[in-house]
Each structure stands twice: as structure tokens, then as C-alpha cells.
């Protein structure tokens, strides 16, 4: 595995990140596989070009790119076609979201932009040894709340639920605000303990009229001390992103991200990929970030046109359909207000 991805967070996760698009015409896979070809040539980190996969319906191949790892010598990007829908996904460690907003730029041969606001170059508040040293202490003693799990049980592999709506006005404070407000009454219908609430929130160095196929995201995480939108929207714009898991990340710190995987991170994950902009081709997106950390719960979100797309990804050994439905709806209520 390359240094995009060789040192990339908790080796007990897939790191891919999807795009799921819904078009008006059917796209061809030939001239999908030209463009990623086209895209991959200018940017080498991305690996040899990908099989263009077809199927009738895209949702085995959804589970699939989502929960298998990448290999040593894969292509960091995976492709498939099927009726008037285009999927792609992409290892976290060589390309963010809007890195994967780039890639359907070039599957599909079309401009995409985002209204997207990245974090520039603020800097990162502390040292990386430092912050794994502060968060092992954490995870032993303290650790954040979890997402209350509904089962517990041996069932492999994750979900993947997706809500399309009339679109909402829905920046990142306040997705943020109504994940920890869903996330609060989950847990108090669940009888969860009292432990406080950390969110963590995938943000981009650039913004989204800087659209190429890299990573460069950052990761800010917030412990929640209120679920009130004024509040985390004040810390979103103060928080120092933590420091970035380096490209060797050693033999000690593999190990004890590994042992501890069910005690480190934050409670749940939000990532917004903004109001895009492209093409009449495009219907609708949907946005599934990578899920890991103590909950491995990850909401996505994403706009085009007329239609806001809200995505819930969770581990099905942890929650069944159901109770990650619920998760999904009560995420869609407080964002609307009802």
C-alpha cells in the first residue's frame, strides 16, 4: 500500500469513501473507464485504472466497494454502471469528497464544483504524539458516548441507508447540531449512559471550486457540551483540526489504534459535501463518508439541484435496518425543524 494510505487512521477499516449518482441518461461504461483513465494519468497516487463493474442493480456492488479493504497493488478507485446510475468510490487516504465530486467530474466528462468551504491552512492545535497520547488516556478512562447500539451480534459487514429530500438549507453547524440532537435522544431512549457526546466533522483544506481527485481533509473534533447550532457552529470555526496520522505510523501505534478501536474516536461522524453544481445529467447524489471509531456512525450529506441527500452508515453487527432507518429519520426531522 502507498503512503496515501499505508498510516491512514484504524487499520480495522475499509477507508472508502462512495459517490452514489443518480443520472437522466445512461452512462456508457467505456467512456466512464476513458475519463478515470484520463483523470488517473495526471494524478499517479490514484493507481492503475479500474474495471468499470455493470449490474442490473448497483446495491451488492454499494456493499461491496464500502466494506472491502484495499489491497497493496488495487486501484485506489472502484467504478461501476448500472440503469441511469453511476457509483464510485475511492480510499479515504488518496481522495476526500470532493475529490470523489472530481472523479465524477471525469467519469462522466462534465464540470462539478461545490459550495463547499474548506479550513484553509488553520493549523493543527498540537502535536500528533500528543494527541494519541491525550486520546489513549481518554479511551481508557473516559471514554466519549457511543451511539447506543440496537443488537449485538456477530452480523459482518455495514449498512448503508439513504433519504432523498426537498432540498434543505443544511450547512455543516447545522448537520452537526441535528446529529448530536438525533444522537442525544437515541441514546436517552436506549438507556445509555451519561457519557459526553464527541463529534467528529470531515471538512476539506480547500474548497469547492478547488475540485481535483487528493485528499486533503482534515478532521475536527468537538466535544458537545449543548446540541445548540449557535454553539457548535462558534466551535467549528474556532477548533484546530487534529494533527495528521502519519504516513508510518509504527508498530505501536497500529497495534494500540487496533486494540482499542472500540474505545478511541468520537461518537458518530457528519460529513457535507455542500450544494453542488454540474450537470442537468446529475439527479441526485448521495454521500457515504467512512465510518469508524467507538460508534462507527458516519451521516453524509449533499445537495443538487432541488434535492438534499442525507446518508446514514453504520456496522450491521451493531444496529439492524430498522434502528438505522430511525437514526436516518430523526437526522431528517431536525434538519427540517418538523
Not at 487499520?11 to 475519463?35: C, E, F, K, N
Not at 441535528?178 to 442525544?184: E, I, L, M, P, S
Not at 438534499?308 to 431536525?334: C, H, M, N, Q, S
Amino acid at each position: 500500500m502507498g503512503a496515501a494510505t499505508s498510516g491512514f487512521g484504524d487499520p480495522t477499516v475499509s477507508w472508502s469513501i462512495l459517490l452514489h449518482a443518480d443520472l437522466a441518461s445512461q452512462p456508457d461504461p467505456a467512456a466512464v473507464r476513458r475519463g478515470l483513465d484520463e483523470v488517473g494519468a495526471r494524478f499517479p497516487h490514484l493507481g492503475p485504472t479500474p474495471d468499470v463493474a455493470e449490474a442490473e442493480s448497483l446495491d451488492d456492488l454499494r456493499h461491496q466497494f464500502a466494506e472491502t479493504p484495499y489491497a497493496p497493488d488495487d486501484s485506489l478507485v472502484r467504478a461501476a454502471v448500472g440503469p441511469h446510475e453511476l457509483l464510485i468510490a475511492a480510499h479515504h487516504g488518496a481522495c476526500d469528497g470532493l475529490g470523489l465530486l472530481a472523479l465524477l467530474g471525469a467519469a462522466l466528462d462534465i464540470p462539478v464544483t461545490s459550495g463547499a468551504v474548506g479550513v484553509a491552512d488553520r493549523p493543527a492545535g498540537e502535536s500528533f504524539l500528543r494527541s494519541a497520547a491525550r486520546r489513549v488516556t481518554e479511551a481508557l478512562l473516559h471514554p466519549p458516548a457511543r451511539v447506543e447500539p440496537s443488537v449485538r451480534g456477530q452480523e459482518p459487514g455495514e449498512l448503508l441507508l439513504t433519504r432523498h429530500e426537498p432540498r434543505i438549507r443544511a450547512g455543516t453547524s447545522k448537520l452537526t447540531a441535528a446529529a448530536a440532537t438525533a444522537v442525544t435522544a437515541w441514546n436517552q431512549r436506549h438507556d445509555a449512559g451519561a457519557a459526553r457526546l464527541v463529534a467528529a466533522v470531515g471538512v476539506s483544506r480547500r474548497g469547492g471550486n478547488d475540485i481535483e481527485p487528493r485528499d486533503e481533509s482534515a478532521f475536527l473534533r468537538l466535544p458537545l457540551e449543548t446540541t445548540d447550532q449557535r454553539h457548535i457552529s462558534q466551535a467549528l470555526a474556532e477548533q484546530a483540526p487534529e494533527p495528521q496520522f502519519p504516513d508510518s505510523p509504527g508498530l505501536l501505534t497500529t497495534l494500540g489504534t487496533r486494540l482499542l478501536a472500540n474505545r478511541l474516536g468520537s461518537s458518530f461522524l457528519v460529513s457535507n459535501l455542500g450544494a453542488v453544481s454540474t450537470s442537468d445529467v446529475v439527479r441526485t447524489l448521495a454521500f457515504h463518508p467512512a465510518a469508524s471509531g467507538r460508534s462507527a456512525v458516519a451521516f453524509g450529506a449533499v445537495t443538487v439541484a432541488d434535492t438534499t441527500t442525507i446518508t446514514v452508515r453504520v456496522r450491521a453487527r451493531d444496529f439492524d435496518t430498522e434502528a438505522a432507518g430511525t437514526l436516518l429519520a430523526d437526522l431528517v426531522t431536525e434538519l427540517r425543524g418538523d
